[in-house]
């Protein structure tokens, strides 16, 4: 076996060998000679010298121990002309007349083309994988080897999309969390104030939370705003830093933070409620040497001058809201892959959102014997029974999953599973719901109503239909998933509110899954 091990590795290493770069910590093959092998071999070398391929580059990592990790980058055959290259026959088309497709997510037509062993993080994506993404830009704007350039995307993760795009990071953490469009994390579960016109209008829906994606169309419109605010209020130009992080003014001594929570004490706040007529005159002149030096006109009464001054500032903040915004929404110089080919990986999806709709189960689980650590202990024992023996495990045979807690026993902590058992605790949720809300009647319904769309959306999410050649059946299936998906995420805001709102979960309610299917 040694020997024939040997005579193989030879063969390989004479075809596709592999190279070492001691230096970077990186084994990797050729990336030109890999991409035509791929194509010659699965039947896509005499379709790419007539039309454009698709293809899928991507990237993930994955820690090895606390201190050692690795970051693979490499392809993934999609395109449907793909064919088997034992048999000849398409790979991908599982039923012709009903274009329906199979095989799409198999590891099976993935290729790794490097892999660096390191953490991952965003300077590698700059510097060991540059070289990537500089082929793949190139195969995509001229092609090569006499082909057509190619239709690139990267279904990856959106922590990789953070990295190859420059912008994002989580929600709640991060103040514009999603790389896709201008929503803040402040904004995450707030609903519009006007519905949408693409999905809300015409079906008469009220409850919006719908955001569109940053293309040149919103930053030409967040432009025209910017424009119509500072031609509307000459005081703005006393501003003249183009920084959108600056918020005062030089020589200003007020303090306008809304979050302030003695603010109606504080005497150098806008908030401020002076109760004597010496406190009163005061703030009077305070109000009149901010207005002056806002270049702005100071008539009437305290009353008169606050309202102009709070206005002022509010607009202020309306300008610094939208030049962030446009600095979001703008491309980032370096950026590795375009928005429209940051496809998010619905499988990353799915894992990450059914983790955190078990880990606000077990919160909420958990605060119904809030202070009653006997109670909370014997719904802990219940709980990881009914997972163990009626969902994750077999026959006879008991799972050994454990709920994670904090070290006082008492918080839970984030949730992590494999996507198989996430998605067998999704299939059997009521089973849990029984035990978390065995005395109130109304939240198990909600609950398990909630899930059910949910679990509609992803399935709708999983159909592999080819609808090349029907833009009808197309918009009428991204309808029915964003009609559902809306569904699921008007019912998760109600039933946890900002506090379970995840960048998967905006993905979802925000539209931009369905902005995707469309594309």
């Known amino acids: ?20 770069d001691h230096d970077e910590n990186s084994i990797m093959f050729d990336f030109e000679r890999m991409h035509k092998f791929t194509f010659e071999t699965y039947g896509l070398s005499e379709v790419a010298l007539e039309g454009n391929v698709e293809l899928a580059i991507m990237l993930d990592g994955a820690d090895l121990m606390k201190s050692l990790g690795h970051v693979t980058a490499g392809i993934k055959l999609v395109d449907h002309h793909t064919r088997d290259p034992i048999t000849g026959m398409p790979l991908f088309v599982h039923d012709l007349e009903h274009n329906l497709l199979d095989g799409l997510q198999s ?14 993080n965003s300077l590698l994506y700059d510097v060991s994988f540059n070289d990537f993404f500089a082929f793949f830009t190139r195969a995509k704007t001229v092609g090569m080897n006499g082909w057509k350039p190619l239709i690139i995307s990267g279904p990856q993760d959106l922590a990789s999309h953070w990295k190859c795009m420059k912008k994002g990071g989580a929600c709640k953490v991060n103040q514009y969390f999603c790389h896709a469009c201008a929503v803040t994390s ?4 707030a609903v519009n104030d006007v519905p949408c016109a693409q999905w809300c209008q015409p079906c008469g829906q009220q409850i919006c939370y719908h955001h569109d994606m940053c293309c040149d169309a919103t930053i030409e419109q967040s432009r025209r705003d910017l424009e119509e605010i500072i031609a509307s209020h000459n005081h703005l130009s006393v501003f003249e830093t183009t920084d959108a992080t600056v918020t005062t003014l030089p020589g200003s001594k007020i303090c306008y933070k809304l979050e302030q929570a003695d603010a109606t004490d504080d005497r150098g706040h806008i908030q401020y409620q002076p109760v004597t007529t010496t406190e009163k005159i005061k703030f009077s002149q305070l109000l009149d040497m901010e207005l002056k030096l806002r270049n702005m006109p100071v008539n009437g009464g305290i009353s008169t001058c606050h309202d102009a001054l709070a206005y002022m500032i509010q607009v202020k903040a309306q300008v610094i809201g939208i030049k962030a915004a446009l ?7 370096g950026s590795k892959i375009l928005l429209l080919e940051a496809i998010p990986c619905i499988l990353h999806l799915e894992n990450r959102c059914g983790e955190k709709i078990l880990q606000m189960l077990l919160i ?12 909370q202990k014997q719904f802990i024992m219940a709980f990881q029974n009914k997972v163990n023996k009626c969902i994750l495990g077999r026959k006879k045979i008991t799972a050994q999953w454990r709920i994670p807690l904090a070290d006082d026993g008492k918080a839970i902590t984030e949730v992590n599973l494999p996507n198989v058992w996430v998605r067998k605790i999704i299939k059997q949720f009521s089973i849990l719901t029984d035990i978390v809300f065995a005395n109130n009647e109304d939240e198990h319904v909600k609950w398990n109503q909630c899930v059910d769309f949910y679990r509609q959306s992803i399935e709708l999410l999983h159909i592999q239909n080819d609808f090349k050649d029907d833009d009808a059946g197309l918009a009428l299936h991204v309808q029915k998933f964003q009609s559902i998906a809306d569904e699921f995420f008007i019912h998760w805001v ?3 509110g900002r506090e379970g709102i995840t960048n998967y979960f905006h993905m979802i309610g925000s539209g931009h899954l369905a902005a995707y299917m469309k594309e």
């Open 186 to 189: 402040d904004e995450c579960a």
């Open 364 to 375: 909420r689980g958990m605060n119904n014997w809030d202070g009653d650590a006997k109670s």
């Open 327 to 333: 600095e979001h929404q703008s491309p980032v110089e």
């Open 1 to 20: 076996m040694k020997h024939v091990a040997e005579v193989a590795e030879s063969a390989a290493d004479d075809h596709m060998p592999i190279m070492v």
């Open 107 to 120: 590891r099976d037509v993935c290729f790794p083309l490097k892999i660096v062993m390191a953490k991952d």
């Open 494 to 496: 109600q039933l946890v």
